[in-house]
């Protein structure tokens, strides 16, 4: 299985930085394939292509504050990073099983 993984502290530091290693070491115990994108105070992240989106079966995030617009129409699941830290590989296979199509709704335009 082919996955993106993107990670996103509140606080901008720890959290993100270990779900993301945790994430990627559990997905390879899993035999799935990952890249990951890690949001955190301390570097830019690398940010998916859209070629990795595309090509992935699951997106996870692991975060909040993340722009979903990008994972229309992918599978999708979404939880708090801190969620993803305790058993990692636990977090993956819940987020296969409960993850769904993700559609994203374009803000809407009220007339006055």
């Given at each position: 299985?082919?996955?993106?993984?993107?990670?996103?502290?509140?606080?901008?530091?720890?959290n993100?930085?270990?779900?993301?290693?945790?994430?990627?070491?559990?997905?390879?115990?899993?035999?799935?394939?990952?890249?990951?994108?890690?949001?955190?105070?301390?570097?830019?992240?690398?940010?998916?292509?859209?070629?990795?989106?595309?090509?992935?079966?699951?997106?996870?995030?692991?975060?909040?504050?993340?722009d979903?617009?990008?994972?229309?129409?992918?599978?999708?699941?979404?939880?708090?990073?801190?969620?993803?830290?305790?058993?990692?590989?636990?977090?993956?296979?819940?987020?296969?099983?409960?993850?769904?199509?993700?559609?994203?709704?374009?803000?809407?335009?009220?007339?006055?």
């Open positions: 299985m082919n996955i993106v993984i993107v990670t996103a502290c509140p606080s901008g530091i720890a993100s930085i270990i779900a993301a290693g945790l994430l990627e070491k559990a997905s390879a115990e899993l035999g799935w394939s990952a890249v990951v994108e890690c949001h955190n105070q301390l570097s830019e992240p690398r940010l998916l292509t859209p070629e990795e989106i595309a090509a992935a079966d699951l997106v996870v995030v692991a975060g909040a504050d993340v979903l617009a990008r994972f229309h129409g992918k599978r999708l699941y979404q939880a708090a990073v801190t969620a993803a830290i305790p058993d990692s590989k636990k977090f993956l296979q819940t987020a296969e099983q409960a993850a769904v199509p993700y559609t994203h709704q374009a803000p809407s335009k009220e007339t006055a």
